[in-house]
Structures are given as C-alpha cells and as structure tokens.
C-alpha cells in the first residue's frame, strides 16, 4: 500500500555533504516545508566524530556502500573498492577531513567548461562563509562558517617529511585555502571543531532537526523520481514505514552523491536512451551525459618502517601509550585521535615549465599493507601519492533496472597516457623527497615497493598491482552550457522542470585535491539558487 504524503515544498533524496546543507539551508525559511530522506541511520556511532575513527570505520565497512569498480584493465584487471557513506552526513561523515578548497584556477577552469558563474572570484566569498578558521586570522580566510577548520598538531615524522619536502626543493605552504595556487609542503588541515568532527550533519543540520517545517527521514532509500508532464513531481522511496511517494510542490533535490545520482536518474528513465532501452527502462528523457563524466583521484603509496618516531602503529601496541593518547584527547583534544586520513600535504609540479601544481604527495603517521589487515607491527609511516587532475574518464551504467542492484563503475583509470606520465613522476618525487633528511634519517626500510623499484618500468608495475581511489569520484552528471551536459549552471537538469542535482556528480571538472569542500560550495550554491526562484 502507498502512502501519499503531499505537502512539502522541497524533496531532498540523499542525506550526506550536500543534502544536510540543503536540509538546513532551504528550512530557514519557515513557510518552505523540506523533507530530506536518507538511506543510512544517524550518525551516532563515537568513531564517526572522533577523527581518527576513520580508519576504524574504513576498515570495517559498517556505513558503507561497498561499492567496486568493474576489473579496471590497468589495474591489472583489479576491482577497487569504492566507499561511500550510508549514514546522515553521507561520505562527509566517514571520509579523512581533510579540508582543501582547491586551486583558484579549478575553479575558473568550470567556467571555462560552461559551468557558468562558477569562477573563483565568484565563489570565494562563499568558501569564506561556509569556514570557521581556527587558524591565525587572515582576511582570505572564513571565521564565522558553519564548518571548522583547525590544524592538529603534528607528529615528528609529519615535520620531517615537511623539512624533507624543502630539501627536495619543494617551497613551503602555510595555508592551502588563502586563495593562493596551492603548491608547495605544509601541515594539513581537518574540518574539526574542538578535535571532533565538524561535518555537515553536525554543524548545518543537527541545530535545524528542531525546525517544525523539516522532517528527515533516515532508513529511506529513494527509488524513483516521480516525473509527471515533463516534471518532477516527487519521488518514491522505501521507509521504515513502507514504500511512501513524497510530493514536492517547488522542486525535487537529489543529492545522492557521484554514483547513486546517476543511478537514481536512471531508474527514473532520465540517461542515455540506448542504456535505458537495453535495461528495459522507458525513457522519459534522453539525457546522455548522465552517468559519464566519471572522475577520480588515483593513489599509490611508499609504505616505510621507521625508527620509533611516535607512529600511530607503535602507539596502538602499547597500553599505556594508548591510555595516554586517550587522556591527551579527553584533556586537550589534541594528539592522535585528532587526526584524520593524513599529517601533511605536498603539492609540486613535476613537469618542466608547469605553471601548477600536478601532483600530491600527503604523509600518513601510520602504516599498512592493506586497511582489512590492520597496523603493521612496527614502527612506520606511508606516503600516498597521486596525480591532481587526471584526464581519464569513466562511466557509470546500470547493472539492472532493479535498485538493490549496484550499478557497474568504470573508472578508467590511467587510460589517459598523460596520467601514466604524472603519477610516474610524483613517484619519482616521493622517493627524492625521502632520501632527504631529516626524513630520511628516520627510516628503517622501504616495505613498498622496496629499493630496487628505480625505473618508470618498475613503478608502473607497483601503480597497477596496488593503486586504489582517493575516493573522489565526481562528474557524473556535469553541469555545463553544451549539449551533453545534464545540468545547466544553476544546476537544474535540462529538459525536465521542477529538478535539481547538487552533488559530486555536478563537477564538470574534478578539482585539485580533496573535494568535499567543493561539494559543500555545491550545495550552498543550490539552496541559493532554490531560495531566490521563490
Ligand atoms: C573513505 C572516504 C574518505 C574521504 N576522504 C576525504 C577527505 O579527507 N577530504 C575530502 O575533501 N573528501 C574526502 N572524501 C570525499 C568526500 O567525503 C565526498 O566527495 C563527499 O562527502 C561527497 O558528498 P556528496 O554529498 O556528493 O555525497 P555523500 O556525502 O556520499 O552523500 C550521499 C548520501 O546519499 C545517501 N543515499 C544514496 N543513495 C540514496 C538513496 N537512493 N536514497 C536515499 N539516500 C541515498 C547516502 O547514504 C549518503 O548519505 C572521502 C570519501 C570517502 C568515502
């Protein structure tokens, strides 16, 4: 039996970066009547909030997706396995915090990509609104957002890689999000508040669950988007309460993220016609772009057993140590346990005459051979590193028209023979950085890929039998001017009224680093142009 439940305003499919900024934000206005529905439970589990329980959930899977790309062909055949968030707060409340804006000219390169208005001059301001800077005061920098942002204290073997990078010729960078090129070595920065995490869940939505016009529904998987003369009208989603279609008088928002937005399009007969006739999906709207566009990040890594150095692998060994770092984080809410998937970053071009950074290097105060297998019983620490803007780009199909059914990933990932070119490098760099001292003098053995592992021939061999996701998958339903392009620059989805996306899938281009931030600029951006369409 279906139960109609039909008097909001907004519907909003998808409760994690960007839906909890969307709840919030469109339920400001106290006549607007918001429904945000959300496939995972609350995010009340400690580990979400305490920095370092990312590791601890990563390895796990609990709040997970699980998801796995199709064998990716040069990646020795490999699946990968994908994350995502099924929790509110979405990958925004299990990903590693750390927090970049991204590089100004990431920015002004969606412009150019027909993501109009989307420049940095005309995005900075809202970068500076949606951050709490906990650092020292800088004009180019937020200090009343929703979102903190703090540098935690680093580690000895995070210094030393930093003064290891300067001797490798890297210059040093104070502050990744001043509106500067990022480039350069320096400490990383988390979305903390207070050592806890400061997701969006927390800080947008938690202060507006009181509202009487909000409802958010958690355990809802949305199914369908319900589409009616050219509109959307509402969706349909199974609740703890059974299969309810919600309706939405102003407008449907999805905000299910890279790959569940694509896969809910075209469930919802919204994609590439062929794709929907050969899932036996009628088409409401041929839409080819949806689905393709796919982006991510690429990471390899040096794992490296250091002299005792004050790693997390010999502090987790130790009970009293371990008791320490407890007490270290209850009292000054500092120390390890605030720390997220790294301690430092590296930014560095790595082809003569680049005019920016191509590569990132980010230093990890832990090791392991794999996250299922746990710490290494000794002393060790990792670098991850990866190429920025790759060129390769995948797709995302359905496996079936049914919605417990996973759709297939394809990456692609180094298909494009320029990212072959930049991830070469930036491995070539990672070792120059540590033959430099102080870092150098630190470490014991090189566990992966090991010292002989010299030539292009050799790295590439360790990049395709071990390289995984940053877990950045974006683009999937690209905003632009042209043709293919699903959204238009305010994000509505052409050729159906009452639809708007606001999401990873949105990105035309995949932007430098980490990408949750922009995601947030995402969704604030939405719930603008929402308001201001009345
Ligand atoms: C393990 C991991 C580590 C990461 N580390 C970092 C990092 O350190 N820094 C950084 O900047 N970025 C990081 N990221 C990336 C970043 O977190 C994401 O890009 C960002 O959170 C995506 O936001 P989103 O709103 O697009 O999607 P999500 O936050 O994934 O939200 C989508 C939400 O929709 C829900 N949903 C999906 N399908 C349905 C459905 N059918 N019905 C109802 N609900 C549904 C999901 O459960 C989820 O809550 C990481 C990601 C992961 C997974």
């Given at each position: 039996m279906i139960d109609i439940i039909g008097d909001a305003d907004f519907v909003i499919a998808g409760g994690g970066t960007a839906g909890c900024i969307l709840a919030a934000r469109l339920s400001e206005d106290p006549a607007a009547k918001v429904i945000l529905l959300e496939a995972g439970p609350p995010d009340r589990d400690k580990w979400?909030?305490?920095p370092m329980g990312y590791a601890k959930l990563f390895g796990s899977g609990v709040y997970d997706w699980r998801y796995e790309t199709e064998p990716e062909p040069n990646l020795d055949d490999r699946r990968i396995h994908w994350p995502?968030?099924?929790?509110?707060?979405?990958?925004?409340?299990?990903?590693?915090?750390?927090?970049?804006?991204?590089?100004?000219?990431?920015?002004?390169?969606?412009?150019q990509a027909g993501a109009t208005g989307w420049s940095y001059d005309a995005v900075e301001p809202i970068f500076r609104s949606i951050e709490h800077w906990e650092g020292d005061p800088s004009d180019a920098r937020g200090a009343e957002g929703k979102v903190h942002v703090a540098v935690p204290r680093m580690a000895p073997a995070a210094a030393a890689f930093?003064?290891?990078?300067?001797?490798?010729?890297?210059?040093?960078?104070?502050?990744?999000?001043n509106g500067k090129p990022?480039?350069?070595?320096?400490?990383?920065?988390?979305?903390?508040?207070?050592?806890?995490?400061?997701?969006?869940?927390?800080?947008?939505?938690?202060?507006?669950?009181?509202?009487?016009?909000?409802?958010?529904?958690?355990?809802?998987?949305?199914?369908?988007?319900?589409?009616?003369?050219?509109?959307?009208?509402?969706?349909?989603?199974?609740?703890?309460?059974?299969?309810?279609?919600?309706?939405?008088?102003?407008?449907?928002?999805?905000?299910?993220?890279?790959?569940?937005?694509?896969?809910?399009?075209?469930?919802?007969?919204?994609?590439?016609?062929?794709?929907?006739?050969?899932?036996?999906?009628?088409?409401?709207?041929?839409?080819?772009g949806v689905g393709r566009?796919?982006?991510?990040?690429?990471?390899?890594?040096?794992?490296?057993?250091?002299?005792?150095?004050?790693t997390i692998n010999e502090i987790m060994r130790n009970p009293l140590r371990q008791a320490k770092m407890g007490l270290d984080y209850l009292f000054t809410r500092?120390?390890?346990?605030?720390?997220g998937a790294g301690e430092a970053n590296a930014f560095a071009r790595v082809t003569p005459g680049a005019e920016e950074a191509e590569a990132q290097l980010l230093f990890v105060n832990f090791a392991v051979i794999t996250y299922q297998a746990g710490l290494l019983p000794h002393p060790g620490v990792m670098f991850n590193f990866g190429q920025c803007r790759p060129d390769s780009?995948?797709?995302?199909?359905?496996?079936?028209?049914?919605?417990?059914?996973?759709?297939?990933?394809?990456?692609?990932?180094?298909?494009?023979?320029?990212?072959?070119?930049?991830?070469?490098?930036?491995?070539?760099?990672?070792?120059?950085?540590?033959?430099?001292?102080?870092?150098?003098?630190?470490?014991?053995?090189?566990?992966?890929?090991?010292?002989?592992?010299?030539?292009?021939?050799?790295?590439?061999?360790?990049?395709?039998?071990?390289?995984?996701?940053?877990?950045?998958?974006?683009?999937?339903v690209r905003m632009g001017t042209d043709d293919q392009a699903p959204l238009d620059p305010t994000l509505r989805l052409k050729g159906i009224a009452g639809l708007t996306v606001a999401d990873a899938s949105a990105f035309p281009l995949i932007p430098s680093p980490n990408i949750q931030p922009a995601v947030m600029l995402v969704a604030e951006r939405a719930a603008t142009f929402l308001r201001m369409a009345g």
């Open positions: 979400i909030h305490i995502r968030g099924k929790v509110l707060g979405g990958s925004g409340s299990v990903n590693g915090l750390v927090y970049l804006r991204g590089s100004p000219r990431d920015y002004d390169r969606w412009a930093i003064e290891s990078c300067v001797a490798a010729g890297l210059p040093r960078n104070p502050d990744w999000n990022i480039d350069g070595v320096g400490p990383i920065q988390l979305n903390t508040r207070r050592g806890r995490r400061s997701s969006t869940a927390q800080e947008y939505l938690r202060p507006a669950m009181g509202r009487q016009n909000l409802r958010v529904i958690t355990g809802a998987i949305t199914t369908r988007i319900v589409i009616a003369e050219g509109r959307a009208t509402g969706v349909v989603a199974m609740t703890p309460a059974g299969e309810q279609t919600f309706t939405a008088k102003r407008q449907v928002v999805v905000c299910t993220g890279a790959i569940e937005t694509p896969k809910l399009l075209m469930l919802s007969g919204i994609g590439d016609g062929a794709h929907l006739a050969e899932m036996g999906i009628e088409t409401r709207l041929h839409s080819p566009n796919l982006q991510d990040h690429l990471v390899a890594k040096f794992i490296l057993r250091t002299k005792p150095c004050g500092n120390g390890p346990l605030s720390v780009r995948g797709r995302i199909t359905l496996r079936s028209p049914n919605i417990e059914d996973k759709p297939r990933i394809r990456a692609n990932y180094l298909e494009h023979p320029n990212d072959v070119r930049v991830i070469l490098e930036a491995a070539k760099l990672s070792r120059r950085v540590m033959e430099q001292r102080p870092l150098a003098n630190l470490i014991e053995e090189e566990l992966r890929p090991g010292t002989d592992t010299r030539d292009d021939e050799a790295y590439l061999r360790h990049i395709r039998a071990t390289a995984s996701t940053v877990f950045h998958p974006c683009g999937t």
